[in-house]
């Protein structure tokens, strides 16, 4: 084998993987109420550009410019498909899933052999989103943990119909440029334990605010 050359090494660098090149897809449950639909969709819709952009000046390097790292999509974070269920927002940082092959040690005759046990995952997935001055990206998930709340199955036992009236799904991809998906996941049986609280600050003046959903989930895969 050939030494690599200096060349090929940044080659190599420039076509890896950008931590700030992502996008992340989560579709609501049925239930989500009509009016949180509406309090959400209209206030992000409404002059979506200019919240992007009041996002990106105060980010270091980008001064006002989209930038890659937010995604701004269609119509100021909804998705452009026709299905209000399916909702894009504008992620500060989320993250792929993981998965941990668990061993055993067995011992036979003084020696000590690993061999492979169950595979596990975190079934806890994170996603921080910039606040809106009207907070509407923090109400649709207050909704949601309000109805999981309020959700009661009448004999004790759930249905697969029953279980997604409250669950949801999410999918998060690996974008090479602003279009150019390179890699997939989705995670199922989706839905929000908890959102982080929003410190206040009267020194904080050059900041965008932004909150933490965390979702439990049940299974993902690559798509």
């Keep these: 084998m050939g030494k690599t ?7 190599k660098l420039k076509s890896g993987a950008r931590p700030n090149r992502f996008r992340v897809v989560i579709n609501l449950p049925q239930f989500i109420t009509n009016k949180a639909r509406s309090n959400f969709i209209d206030n992000a819709m409404l002059d979506g550009g200019d919240f992007i952009k009041g ?5 270091p390097g980008v001064n006002g410019k989209i930038d890659k790292a ?4 269609d119509k100021g974070g909804i998705s452009s498909s026709a299905e209000l269920n399916q909702i894009e927002l504008i992620c500060k940082s989320a993250s792929f899933p993981e998965m941990t092959l668990n061993t055993i040690d067995v011992r036979s005759r003084g020696n000590k052999f690993t061999v492979r046990d169950t595979v596990e995952f975190n079934n806890k997935w994170d996603v921080t989103f910039y606040n809106m ?3 509407n990206y923090k109400e649709l998930f207050e909704q949601w943990i309000y109805q999981v709340n309020k959700f009661d199955s009448s004999d ?13 799904n999410a999918r998060v991809f690996q974008l090479n440029g602003p279009t150019d998906i390179t890699a997939s996941y989705e995670m199922s049986y989706l839905f929000p334990t908890n959102i982080s609280s929003i410190p206040l600050n009267t020194e904080t003046t050059n900041q965008i605010s932004d909150f933490t959903v965390t979702f439990a989930f049940s299974k993902w895969k690559r798509i």
């Design 5 to 11: 050359t200096v060349n090929q090494l940044l080659w």
């Design 133 to 135: 001055e009207t907070h």
């Design 70 to 73: 937010l995604h701004p999509f």
């Design 156 to 168: 004790g036992v759930y249905t697969e119909a029953e279980i997604a009236e409250y669950m949801g």
């Design 55 to 59: 996002i990106t000046k105060n980010i």
